[in-house]
T-cell receptor, first 114, second 114 residues
Framework: AQSVSQHNHHVILSEAASLELGCNYS??????LFWYVQYPGQHLQLLLK??????LVKGIKGFEAEFIKSKFSFNLRKPSVQWSDTAEYFC????????????FGKGTKLSVKP | DGGITQSPKYLFRKEGQNVTLSCEQN?????MYWYRQDPGQGLRLIYY???????QKGDIAEGYSVSREKKESFPLTVTSAQKNPTAFYLC?????????????FGPGTRLLVL
């Protein structure tokens, strides 16, 4: 069965530190990839997405992600985090085999210390 | 103001009771989805609907039922057969289930069992 793995359950950083959250998926065919963010008390929001083309995609609030097909990865990065980035981050994959539906990772909680 | 609304924000269920969660969208989206979010588990798909009067089971449909009588509405009923209903329920919608489909989420309903 297709699955999405997010390696870190909880990441704690100080402000201005660099961030990289890992995401790996298990599917050998064409994929569409997403990162969603859930700020405390708010609904799930789309951060960025990859469908095709340039494997380095830029999203909102200075986030970016790189699709590396050979590694089945779509890691999320931000050069300098802020306290307001404290949230839970979810990686999601859409494949031809998932009937068009999203398969989510278990999420990574990011806590940024001021 | 366009978007996805879910009501109520909090819902309490007694043992043996059926409860219905509302999801409405005014985005003219074709597809609608229900997910369940548990701490540390990510999001899991309950049901989805691509068009009016049609819906499909997701990964964890047991104990739940849905209807899609109108394009803008996709209510979810949590039946008494669902033995562990306490969770955060998220509704999502998208314009179509094609290669570039993107799902957008509502604010969620938190269901608690008394």
């Amino acid at each position: 069965a297709q699955s999405v793995s997010q390696h870190n359950h909880h990441v704690i950083l100080s402000e201005a530190a660099s961030l990289e959250l890992g995401c790996n998926y298990s599917y050998g065919g064409t994929v569409n990839l997403f990162w969603y963010v859930q700020y405390p008390g708010q609904h799930l929001q789309l951060l960025l997405k990859y469908f095709s083309g340039d494997p380095l995609v830029k999203g909102i609030k200075g986030f970016e992600a790189e699709f590396i097909k050979s590694k089945f990865s779509f890691n999320l990065r931000k050069p300098s985090v802020q306290w307001s980035d404290t949230a839970e981050y979810f990686c999601a994959v859409k494949t031809a085999g998932s009937q068009g539906n999203l398969i989510f990772g278990k999420g990574t909680k990011l806590s940024v210390k001021p | 103001d366009g978007g996805i609304t879910q009501s109520p924000k909090y819902l309490f269920r007694k043992e043996g009771q059926n409860v219905t969660l509302s999801c409405e969208q005014n985005l003219n989206h074709d597809a609608m989805y229900w997910y369940r979010q548990d701490p540390g588990q990510g999001l899991r798909l309950i049901y989805y609907s691509q068009i009016v009067n049609d819906f499909q089971k997701g990964d964890i449909a047991e104990g739940y039922s849905v209807s899609r009588e109108k394009k803008e509405s996709f209510p979810l009923t949590v039946t008494s057969a669902q033995k562990n209903p306490t969770a955060f329920y998220l509704c999502a919608s998208s314009r179509w289930q094609g290669p570039t489909e993107t799902q957008y989420f509502g604010p969620g309903t938190r269901l608690l069992v008394l």
